[in-house]
């Protein structure tokens, strides 16, 4: 049996995300050492057409399950059509990411497999033919190092951390049809409603800016908003702000909310507490700004600056927006 590995694809609103080449390029590296090809999984309905882009970045294989019955995720029927394939193509591994999609999905797939599964990992290497994973643990105090036990040994990956190859057009997916067979089931999405605005997810922009109890009230997001339109990010929060009721909790940062790796990371008004850390302290970049010199935040940060964010944030926008005109 050949060391395949597996990787589920994760795609919305008809299109793959980016994630989803991460996984394929770490697929590709590792099944290269055991011998194997990275493979992928698509699900969903009348998404054929995202086969090209998967082979273009690496997957061997694709096997596509287009299906009315997948046409809106439901953990139940996703997790039976992957575990049947599993069971059927015998993959020594399978790579979910570590978004809130495949935190859902991996570990029901697990359980049905019957087999454990390490989240959030940050790092995988070859011990012999097994994986050594390292993933951090207890809000990221710990980085340890794990082995899985039978097989397919499965992992969550987190985003933005894992290089993809770069795509190579020349390549043609290879797939083959995955026929659904699953029972209706218990629980139906009947409607998604996106959010007003359609903005950048927090979990998928290269650029954050991220403010806390230190923007005083939901009105001062304004001058956060005007940074990180003028970058190209998206806004983020500490729990403070979202507890506060001042930002959504779709857009909080650390241990309950979600865990970030964007290239620069900017935390106004936001004091690095362990918890916070946990979600955004494998960015790249840091720059924290804080009125308190003595904070924890500024242990981590490349660049810190002390002073009062209201006057400091509105200077930075306006200096990225000359040196953006100025081309
Ligand atoms: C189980 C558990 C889970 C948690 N999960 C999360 C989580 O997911 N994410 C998270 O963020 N927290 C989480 N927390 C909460 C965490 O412990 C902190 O309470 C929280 O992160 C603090 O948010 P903050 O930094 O915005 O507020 P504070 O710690 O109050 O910091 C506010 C900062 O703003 C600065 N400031 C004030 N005014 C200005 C100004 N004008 N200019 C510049 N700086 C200014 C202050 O100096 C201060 O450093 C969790 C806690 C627990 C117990």
Known sequence: MPNNILTIAEHRDGALKKVSYELLGEA?????????????????????GLAASLAQYGAQKIYLADDPVLERYSPETYAQVVAELARRTQPVAIFLSASTWGKDLGPRIAAKLWVGLASDCTRLELEGDRLLITRPIFAGKIIAQARLKGTPQMATLRPNLFPPLDPDPSRSPSIEKFPVDVPTPRAVTVDVIPEAGGKLDVAEAEIIVSGGRGMKGPENYKILEELAEALGGAVGASRAAVDAGWRPHADQVGQTGKTVTPTLYIACGISGAIQHLAGMKTAKYIVAINKD????????????????LFEIVPLITQEVKKLKQEG
């Not at 010199?293 to 009062?308: H, Q, S, T």
């Open 28 to 48: 590709t590296r590792l099944a290269a050492k055991l011998g194997g090809s990275a493979e992928a999984a698509l699900l969903g309905q009348g998404i054929e």
């Open 293 to 308: 010199r003595e904070i924890p935040l500024f242990k981590l940060a490349d660049y810190g600056i002390v002073g009062d």
